[in-house]
């Protein structure tokens, strides 16, 4: 896929990703809905608001195409619904896909229920700590585990590692510090590794992360 240099509208967003009308109508809904909790729950940067469709919705729809054919979909600390509610509506046509949001913040919980209500989207919400979840068996072998700006690698490789089967891959969203990140996690951790450009910046990185495994003869 080529980078675009705006992703501003719903338009500009069903060009870059060709999706259906009933698949951005859904989006939209989706922001409409975020706008109106945010006033009593803080789901994204204030500061943010203004550039939804490139900031939060094109990061997050980006992550489909890297994963195509998974039908299992694990969201480490979903907040304000990205990448995983964004994934849901889009693979909402699609037989037999599931997206599970694991989400310790019972407000933020309840926004992520309404939209996926409002949406239909397939998406299973998990109001708990990633611990708990990963002890009760949430989602085991997930196809995909993804992440966005909840923690360094190192702890996400921590969190994630529960949900893995032998073809799982992780995909996490990272900004600039992202090369430090994966040095640092390579001192516990050994693991396959691709790097893709994200779309929505230009410091934006994309870490797909497969067969970990912690490093017993490195730093623990």
Known sequence: ???????ETAADFARTFSVSHETVEKLELYERLLIKWQKAVNLVAPATISLLWQRHFA???????????AKTWVDLGSGGGFPALVIAIMLANQRECEVHLIESNARKCAFLSE???????????????IADAAAKGVAQAADVVTARALAPLDTLMELALPFFGVASV??????????????DARKRWIFDLKIHPSISGTEGQILEIGKPMLNQGGEQ
């Not at 896929?1 to 992703?7: D, E, L």
């Not at 992780?170 to 040095?183: I, M």
């Open 170 to 183: 992780a995909l996490f969203l990272k900004g600039r510090e992202a090369g430090v990140e994966v040095a």
């Open 59 to 69: 990061d997050s729809a980006q992550l489909v195409k890297l994963a195509p054919g």
């Open 1 to 7: 896929m080529q980078r675009p240099a705006k992703i």
């Open 115 to 129: 939209v996926a209500r409002q949406t239909g989207a397939p998406a299973h919400v998990h109001n708990m700590r």
